[in-house]
């Protein structure tokens, strides 16, 4: 008679099916492993020579583009800490909007020389104090000190080191003097800080695009630049014709055509009709009598009237233009045609918001009489035809609008797709400088200089987490590295090269990609957003150090029982 061994220690504690890793080999370097392979993909994309990924998603949705935060979004990355990374991404893109490339590779780049410091024996705990150290030498945390230096707790949680936030910070001393005081609505200081960003994704295009995405931002800017909506500039995309064909339209661009046979209409009053143009009917069946033609005739007569009277009003209100949010009654638009009104039919709610934001309109319910103050003004409301495409131009040229569109023309749905995104990067951009509009050197100009002073900062520190923050330098090298190979570069003399020029005091020598040498970059005017590197740098560290800090996976059995299989195919004989 045989005995059932039966399960001891963590396999007596969970249910049957789980998963547990523990230990250096099992967890962290696997853990460490993932993340690698997430930022190897991303980081071939980097800079303005990165190249394209093609991604099909779960829906077989096609996309063909080197945007970081768009690759990881579609990648559905089961690994969980890989997951930690895609969501610092998304942090970052959330945050500024740009910058989700930086913040994966870099923190895949911390995690890969954590590995080799772990291999050389030193503790996770050690390369975790040593990175915040680093962390906190090149930035900090923009909070009151002083009240935050009250609770222990927390400073003990975050490992933050409150010495270094009483020095001066390495990124902060990389700033251009005078960048903090920046005009939002001078399109060349704009276009300057923005031009990086939108070369990341449309390289050797960035000049048209910067001064389109420039322009755009710089009409709809409140007068609070800090309250500025990314939401009120919108993207038209139309196939056909080029970047060149590419137009800026002060107001809104619908991709449909007015109802009736009125197309066109200029400075006139707009009634916005939520509930749509047509008679109000009850949800019951009802039964009518008719006993004669006569009878049948008033019956018909009565609706009529009935409508008709409803369209007078509003004519008579001043109105010519209607926008209907649901379906137009064929009665309803014999009756518009008869008062010459231009009919409009927008169904999507989130349009329907920002058309009254853009003509000043209040959406009313249900058609009737519109008081004054709720009809809105367009300069003109015009049917064209662009590309094939009839769409209908909305535009409000003086004050009161807060929409501007970006109208974008190419030969592809993925090259206008890639267009949006470089648009939508350029709009978070002038969002972030609004914010703050200090500029560090771009070019990986100041990446080699943090690496040089972070390096230093490393031997003066006496302890085992020296070695972290010496690698946490090394790291940096990581930018450099990889725009000079996707350039097809020689990283490691162009690495040398700009070492050689900041040694010599030159901070603001960088890469230019062009012609493949060490340059200046203010003769370049390539200038990257302080705030953007500085969330991107301090986001990749801290996912990294979330990721060091995990020395166990328990995962429990998946719910649900297996996948169905595929349906097998037919025979063809």
Same mark, same amino acid.
């Given at each position: 008679?045989?005995?059932?061994?039966?399960?001891?220690?963590?396999? @007596?504690?969970?249910?049957?099916?789980?998963?547990?890793?523990?230990?250096?080999?099992?967890?962290?370097?696997?853990?460490?492993?993932?993340?690698?392979?997430?930022?190897?993909?991303?980081?071939?994309?980097?800079?303005?020579?990165?190249?394209?990924?093609?991604?099909?998603?779960?829906?077989?949705?096609?996309?063909?583009?080197?945007?970081? @935060?768009?690759?990881?979004?579609?990648?559905?990355?089961?690994?969980?800490?890989?997951?930690?990374?895609?969501?610092?991404?998304?942090?970052?893109?959330?945050?500024?909007?740009?910058?989700?490339?930086?913040?994966?590779?870099?923190?895949? #780049?911390?995690?890969?020389?954590?590995?080799?410091? %772990?291999?050389?024996?030193?503790?996770?705990?050690?390369?975790?104090?040593?990175?915040?150290?680093?962390?906190?030498?090149?930035?900090?945390?923009?909070?009151?000190?002083?009240?935050?230096?009250?609770?222990?707790?927390?400073?003990?949680?975050?490992?933050?080191?409150?010495?270094?936030?009483?020095?001066?910070?390495?990124?902060?001393?990389?700033? &251009?003097?005078?960048?903090?005081?920046?005009?939002?609505?001078?399109?060349?200081?704009?276009?300057?800080?923005?031009?990086?960003?939108?070369?990341?994704?449309?390289?050797?295009?960035?000049?048209?695009?910067?001064?389109?995405?420039?322009?755009?931002?710089?009409?709809?800017?409140?007068?609070?630049?800090?309250?500025?909506?990314?939401?009120?500039?919108?993207?038209?995309?139309?196939?056909?014709?080029?970047?060149?064909?590419?137009?800026?339209?002060?107001?809104?661009?619908?991709?449909?055509?007015?109802?009736?046979?009125?197309?066109?209409?200029?400075?006139?009053?707009?009634?916005?009709?939520?509930?749509?143009?047509?008679?109000?009917?009850?949800?019951?069946?009802?039964?009518?009598?008719?006993?004669?033609? &006569?009878?049948?005739?008033?019956?018909?007569?009565?609706?009529?009237?009935?409508?008709?009277?409803?369209?007078?009003?509003? @004519?008579?209100?001043?109105?010519?233009?209607?926008?209907?949010?649901?379906?137009?009654?064929?009665?309803?638009?014999?009756?518009? #045609?008869?008062?010459?009104?231009?009919?409009?039919?927008?169904?999507?709610?989130?349009?329907?918001?920002?058309?009254?934001?853009?003509?000043?309109?209040?959406?009313?319910?249900?058609?009737?009489?519109?008081?004054?103050?709720?009809?809105?003004?367009?300069?003109?409301?015009?049917?064209?035809?662009?590309?094939?495409?009839?769409?209908?131009?909305?535009?409000?040229?003086?004050?009161?609008?807060?929409?501007?569109?970006?109208?974008?023309?190419?030969?592809?749905?993925?090259?206008?797709?890639?267009? &949006?995104?470089?648009?939508?990067?350029?709009?978070?951009?002038?969002? @972030?400088?609004?914010?703050?509009?200090?500029?560090?050197?771009?070019?990986?100009?100041?990446? %080699?200089?943090?690496?040089?002073?972070?390096?230093?900062?490393?031997?003066?520190?006496?302890?085992?987490?020296?070695?972290?923050?010496?690698?946490?330098? &090394?790291?940096?090298?990581?930018?450099?590295?990889?725009?000079?190979?996707?350039?097809?570069?020689?990283?490691?003399?162009?690495?040398?090269?700009?070492?050689?020029?900041?040694?010599?005091?030159?901070?603001?020598?960088?890469?230019?990609?062009?012609?493949?040498?060490?340059?200046?970059?203010?003769?370049?005017?390539?200038?990257?957003?302080?705030?953007?590197?500085?969330?991107?740098?301090?986001?990749?560290?801290?996912?990294?150090?979330?990721?060091?800090?995990?020395?166990?996976?328990?995962?429990?059995?998946?719910?649900?029982?297996?996948?169905?299989?595929?349906?097998?195919?037919?025979?063809?004989?």
């Amino acid at each position: 008679m045989g005995y059932q061994m039966q399960p001891y220690g963590i396999q @007596a504690m969970l249910k049957e099916g789980h998963k547990h890793l523990s230990g250096l080999d099992e967890a962290v370097v696997k853990n460490i492993d993932a993340c690698k392979q997430l930022s190897v993909i991303t980081r071939t994309s980097l800079g303005p020579n990165g190249m394209n990924k093609m991604v099909i998603n779960h829906l077989d949705k096609l996309f063909v583009t080197n945007d970081a @935060a768009t690759i990881v979004n579609e990648l559905e990355v089961q690994h969980p800490a890989a997951k930690i990374l895609v969501l610092a991404g998304k942090a970052q893109q959330e945050e500024i909007g740009d910058g989700a490339n930086l913040t994966i590779s870099f923190a895949g #780049e911390l995690l890969q020389n954590a590995e080799e410091l %772990i291999r050389m024996g030193l503790h996770p705990s050690e390369i975790i104090s040593g990175y915040t150290k680093a962390i906190n030498k090149f930035g900090y945390w923009d909070f009151d000190v002083e009240r935050f230096s009250r609770c222990r707790m927390v400073l003990d949680v975050f490992g933050l080191f409150l010495k270094t936030f009483q020095t001066v910070e390495i990124l902060d001393e990389l700033v &251009e003097k005078g960048s903090e005081n920046m005009d939002v609505r001078n399109k060349e200081q704009v276009v300057s800080r923005m031009k990086a960003a939108v070369a990341s994704k449309q390289f050797g295009q960035e000049d048209i695009l910067s001064s389109l995405v420039a322009d755009a931002c710089i009409q709809v800017c409140p007068k609070n630049p800090a309250n500025f909506n990314v939401d009120n500039v919108r993207v038209a995309k139309l196939l056909g014709g080029g970047l060149h064909n590419c137009t800026i339209v002060r107001g809104m661009v619908l991709k449909s055509d007015a109802v009736g046979s009125i197309k066109r209409m200029e400075k006139a009053k707009v009634a916005v009709f939520a509930g749509g143009v047509d008679t109000s009917a009850t949800e019951t069946k009802g039964t009518v009598l008719i006993h004669n033609a &006569e009878q049948l005739e008033n019956y018909a007569k009565t609706e009529e009237a009935k409508v008709e009277e409803l369209i007078k009003a509003v @004519a008579d209100s001043g109105a010519k233009v209607i926008v209907s949010g649901a379906a137009v009654g064929e009665m309803a638009l014999h009756f518009c #045609e008869r008062y010459k009104l231009l009919v409009l039919k927008i169904s999507s709610k989130f349009e329907l918001r920002r058309f009254c934001r853009t003509t000043g309109a209040v959406a009313m319910l249900k058609l009737s009489r519109p008081n004054p103050d709720d009809l809105g003004y367009v300069d003109s409301v015009s049917v064209e035809e662009i590309g094939g495409v009839r769409v209908t131009i909305v535009k409000n040229e003086e004050g009161g609008n807060s929409i501007s569109t970006v109208v974008l023309r190419g030969s592809t749905d993925s090259i206008l797709d890639d267009l &949006e995104r470089a648009v939508d990067d350029g709009v978070n951009t002038y969002k @972030a400088m609004c914010r703050d509009s200090r500029i560090v050197p771009g070019a990986a100009a100041t990446e %080699i200089e943090l690496a040089k002073r972070v390096k230093e900062f490393s031997f003066k520190e006496t302890g085992l987490d020296q070695y972290a923050i010496a690698k946490f330098a &090394e790291s940096f090298e990581m930018v450099p590295k990889t725009l000079a190979e996707n350039a097809g570069l020689n990283a490691m003399e162009i690495i040398s090269s700009l070492y050689a020029e900041h040694a010599s005091g030159n901070a603001k020598v960088g890469i230019d990609l062009e012609e493949g040498v060490c340059k200046d970059i203010s003769t370049m005017n390539v200038w990257d957003l302080h705030i953007t590197k500085f969330f991107a740098l301090k986001y990749a560290a801290d996912a990294a150090c979330t990721v060091l800090r995990v020395d166990q996976i328990i995962m429990a059995k998946p719910a649900g029982g297996p996948r169905r299989d595929q349906p097998a195919g037919m025979d063809e004989d």
